[in-house]
T-cell receptor
């Protein structure tokens, strides 16, 4: 049972490039979320989904897109990377709103 | 109103001591309060969680105390061990509305051997 798998683990981009961070879970969880973690700021919610085909914005959605075509996958797209998007990105999933969130091990993204 | 304020930012405790981390919130719609533990290079993992209908929840050496009227909750780690050295995050969520967790800014705990 792999849990939540994030790929890649590390990535370096140039300003203006686009890329997709992958997140897959094998627990049949309906709820999935993307967070970014920056020093001294905790985890901030970017986008979330409560089921296939349903997504919504979190606290810091600008510059990011998501889609949820299957229960298992929840990719995060950076449309035009900016240095301010340098961060560690975490994907999480859970059974429901009051259930534990299971986190992946993160993608460390640097934008030059 | 959406913030969760966490303190202290860092904490150093002797082995066997009690570690206490505090969080305060403003949004009275929050009704689920988990604590997460994160080791370097890893994602956060749920440690313990509480709902506002109880004032305290204990799991092993970890206890959450909840004060609904003061809108505060805290994590107590009894008999702290070097293996507890990690970053701890409190969080809050309103389960009746959108699925939007708000996290505190984290507390870096170091337990000295």
């Amino acid at each position: 049972n792999a849990g939540v798998t994030q790929t890649p683990k590390f990535q370096v981009l140039k300003t203006g490039q686009s890329m997709t961070l992958q997140c897959a879970q094998d627990m049949n969880h309906e709820y999935m979320s993307w967070y970014r973690q920056d020093p001294g700021m905790g985890l901030r919610l970017i986008h979330y989904s409560v089921g296939a085909g349903i997504t919504d914005q979190g606290e810091v959605p600008n510059g990011y897109n998501v889609s949820r075509s299957t229960t298992e996958d929840f990719p995060l797209r950076l449309l035009s990377a900016a240095p301010s998007q340098t961060s560690v990105y975490f994907c999480a999933s859970s059974w429901g709103a009051r259930q534990p969130q299971h986190f992946g091990d993160g993608t460390r993204l640097s934008i030059l | 109103q959406q913030q969760v304020k966490q303190s202290p930012q860092s904490l150093i405790v002797q082995k066997g001591g009690i570690s206490i981390i505090n969080c305060a919130y403003e949004n009275t719609a929050f009704d689920y309060f988990p604590w997460y533990q994160q080791f370097p290079g890893k994602g956060p993992a749920l440690l313990i969680a509480i709902r506002p209908d109880v004032s305290e929840k204990k799991e092993g050496r970890f206890t959450i105390s909840f004060n609904k009227s003061a809108k505060q909750f805290s994590l107590h780690i009894m008999d702290s061990q070097p293996g507890d050295s990690a970053t701890y995050f409190c969080a809050a969520n309103s389960t009746s509305g959108t699925y939007k967790y708000i996290f505190g800014t984290g507390t870096r705990l170091k337990v000295l051997a």
